[in-house]
């Protein structure tokens, strides 16, 4: 990575009177590949929309390569963008939906011929050129629109929840298939999820966006390891988050007493760092679950209910049965309010 390749400064983005996005800055380096984060409402398509130029900024500005495009059409800036439904021509062959684009800027036939073979190959897709989308799978239907607007040469490749359609199978081998075309061909790309185990597995860095702000940037070791918010935490798989209140753990449905001091406004703790079998709480198993390497349950407690993963060799407790488990200092992590 080297200089930023997008900057947006000072961005604000609105539907009617409806702020979206709040002057937002954010600068997308050269040749990484980042994802927008962050649940349904956060402003992460939106922010994304207004890179593509789908969306007019209210204030501040948006440069690409080190020039405003603002007020720049979105075909004129050099931006690829695949959608979550991938919008291939149904009628069109696979080698003629990705040679769409380089006809329409009406490039010399061998010229067309060649990138469109190469985009094809780029994304494992040869042997399949006379084939109809209808005639392709999800994962190859998702590789051919990533093929088409990988011909046009984006300075910057712009994805919308991209392998949302997929099943769990496919998603992973598209997951791989990303990282592979991002590393060959170096273009830049950003990527629009919600989903966290996408966002940790595919990007260099993250930003974890909430309500149209962002909450935390930073690579996925980073947002994993270190959540600096509650939400993000949470975002993250820390499920048993709570307020601390002198030398107690406080929710809406109890308080349960520390046996060490907080040194913190909130703890959270992931389930895998909750010990079921010792310590000094008391739980009621609600939920019992089989996850394979380990065993998933939920407790009801005086605090309220904790989640809590046990290894699968050790011996299952069953619904209704009362159990021991501790809310390490150990595997907490601190947090701002």
């Known amino acids: 990575m080297s200089d930023a390749i997008v900057r947006l400064s000072k961005l604000t983005l609105s539907y009617g009177k409806t702020i979206a996005v709040p002057d ?21 398509t939106t922010t994304m929309r207004a890179i593509a130029g789908l969306l007019t900024p209210t204030s501040g500005t948006v440069e690409i390569n080190g020039r405003d495009v603002t007020r720049i059409a979105a075909n004129k800036r050099g931006i690829g963008l695949v959608f979550q439904s991938y919008a291939l021509f149904p009628h069109l062959s696979a080698f003629e939906n990705v040679a769409f684009g380089l006809r329409l800027k009406r490039m010399p036939e061998a010229e067309i011929k060649s990138r469109t073979d190469a985009g094809i190959a780029t994304v494992g897709l040869s042997g399949f050129e006379a084939r109809k989308p209808a005639e392709m799978s999800g994962g190859q239907q998702q590789r051919l629109a990533l093929a088409r607007s990988l011909v046009m040469e984006p300075k910057v490749l712009l994805l919308d929840e991209p392998l949302s359609n997929l099943d769990a199978r496919l998603r992973l081998e598209m997951r791989t298939e990303l990282q592979r075309v991002q590393k ?148 907490a992590r601190r947090l701002a309010a």
Request: charge should be negative; aromatic fraction near 6%; charged fraction near 20%.
């Open 184 to 331: 060959e061909t170096g273009v830049t790309m950003v990527f629009v999820t919600h989903d966290q185990a996408e966002a940790l597995a595919l990007a260099d860095r993250i930003v974890l966006m909430k309500d149209g702000k962002i909450e935390q940037l930073g690579t996925p070791s980073e947002l994993y390891a270190e959540p600096a918010t509650a939400f993000a935490a949470e975002f993250m798989g820390f499920e048993n988050i709570f307020r601390v209140e002198g030398d107690s753990l406080v929710s809406k449905s109890g308080r349960l007493q520390l046996t060490y001091e907080a040194d913190a406004p909130m703890l959270g703790w992931r389930p895998s760092g909750v010990p079921v079998g010792s310590g000094p709480h008391n739980g009621r198993v609600l939920a019992s679950s089989f996850a394979g390497g380990h065993r998933e349950y939920v407790l009801d407690s005086a605090l309220g209910q904790i989640k809590a993963d046990a290894p699968i060799e050790t011996a299952e407790v069953q619904i209704g049965e009362t159990v021991p488990f501790d809310l390490p200092k150990a595997t």
């Open 24 to 44: 937002l800055d954010l600068d997308i380096m050269e040749g990484e590949l980042i994802a927008l984060l962050g649940p349904s409402g956060c402003g992460k």
